[in-house]
């Protein structure tokens, strides 16, 4: 079994950006993550919606092959999010944030839910992120994400869930606040003397830092030419993340260098329009061409620099 499990955020959106805006769109961390994964592997959601979730959005969830038995009504409204993206993109200024049912919501796994080797553990009360783990029947791999809105408020269960996971994915800002480190690359090392055992910084346009005890590794972010609205990148960059090792069934060093390169593949066609209906229209050689243009951006041959015979001079360009 391939499957992967996604706990997160399914939400309506209302987001602003230079470019345009939508009004209560499909959003939230664990949408956007499968719509992205759903590429690569057999996707299940485990979260909660209210009465007023429109049909339409859980047809198309599924209309991707993405297991909904998860996916809870409850009495009362969908969670919603209001944000806006000012003209330097680079983070998101949240205007409003209603947890509505999320606010009582408890996961009550399944047997096929306990059972994935894969968990991702989607921007969400970190509280709902462990009750999820406790449940898990030894994963495979297990993978946080999480929002300021989160480190400001309970902290602690923030860096519980770092240390009990095997990679947190976090974007600079996040890593910054919860690390105290403004140098990312002392926030990742910080975060990995907290207790975390691998980190992933999203970086936005300038990439994404994979580090752990004896590893670093960064992918640049794939160029895009019609940015529109930037929200869901990171659940996007996660989803082709996690798809990959999951559809590759490992998450040896190897095939995370790759996976990095599809999340950041995922990530840049998710930002060329709002909700996630990029990631829905996405054809796989459309993906690949982007993973191979990463490929061809970061990729050099390696040569002797210097010639040491001759105690380390520059080589002669003759
Ligand atoms: P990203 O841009 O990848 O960080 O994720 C954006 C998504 O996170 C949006 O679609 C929101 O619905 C969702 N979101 C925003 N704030 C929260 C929160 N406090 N908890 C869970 N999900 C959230």
């Known amino acids: 079994m391939r499957d992967i499990l996604v706990v997160g955020s399914v939400a309506l959106d209302s987001?602003?950006?230079?470019?345009?805006?939508?009004?209560?769109?499909?959003?939230?961390?664990?949408?956007?993550?499968?719509?992205?994964?759903?590429?690569?592997?057999?996707?299940?959601?485990?979260?909660?919606?209210?009465?007023?979730?429109?049909?339409?959005?859980?047809?198309?969830?599924?209309?991707?092959?993405?297991?909904?038995?998860?996916?809870?009504?409850?009495?009362?409204?969908?969670?919603?999010?209001?944000?806006?993206?000012?003209?330097?993109?680079?983070?998101a200024h949240t205007l409003e944030t209603q947890l509505n049912v999320f606010a009582t919501f408890h996961p009550r796994l399944g047997t096929d839910h306990r059972r994935c080797p894969f968990v991702f553990l989607a921007n969400i009360d970190p509280d709902l992120q462990l009750e999820v783990l406790d449940q898990m029947q030894g994963p495979h791999l297990t993978v946080s994400d999480t929002m300021n809105y989160w480190i400001a408020r309970k902290p602690e269960r923030v860096i519980e869930v770092l240390r009990r996971v095997q990679i947190a994915l976090l974007n600079e800002e996040e890593a910054r606040a919860l690390s105290g480190e403004t140098q990312l690359a002392r926030a990742a090392d910080r975060l990995i003397a907290m207790g975390a055992r691998a980190v992933i910084v999203k970086k936005g346009e300038h990439g994404a830092l994979f580090r752990s005890g004896d590893e670093l590794f960064v992918?640049?972010?794939?160029?895009?030419?019609?940015?529109?609205?930037p929200t869901g990148a990171g659940d996007s960059f996660a989803g082709g993340f996690l798809g990959w090792l999951a559809r590759c069934g490992r998450s040896d060093p190897g095939t995370r260098r790759q996976a990095m390169a599809c999340g950041a593949a995922m990530a840049s066609l998710a930002i060329e329009a709002?909700?996630?209906?990029?990631?829905?229209?996405?054809?796989?050689?459309?993906?690949?061409?982007?993973?191979?243009?990463?490929?061809?951006?970061?990729h050099f041959d390696l040569e002797p620099l210097f010639d040491r015979s001759h105690g380390g001079e520059a080589r002669s360009a003759e």
Do not use: K, N
């Open 15 to 91: 987001v602003r950006t230079p470019f345009g805006e939508a009004e209560e769109a499909l959003g939230g961390s664990a949408s956007y993550f499968a719509f992205s994964a759903a590429h690569y592997a057999p996707v299940r959601i485990v979260a909660v919606v209210g009465e007023d979730f429109p049909p339409r959005h859980r047809e198309q969830l599924a209309a991707r092959g993405v297991d909904l038995s998860g996916l809870e009504t409850a009495a009362g409204r969908t969670f919603r999010w209001r944000g806006e993206y000012r003209i330097e993109l680079g983070h």
């Open 219 to 229: 992918t640049p972010a794939f160029p895009v030419e019609g940015l529109t609205d």
């Open 274 to 298: 709002f909700s996630p209906a990029r990631l829905v229209t996405a054809r796989p050689a459309e993906i690949e061409e982007r993973v191979r243009a990463l490929h061809r951006m970061a």
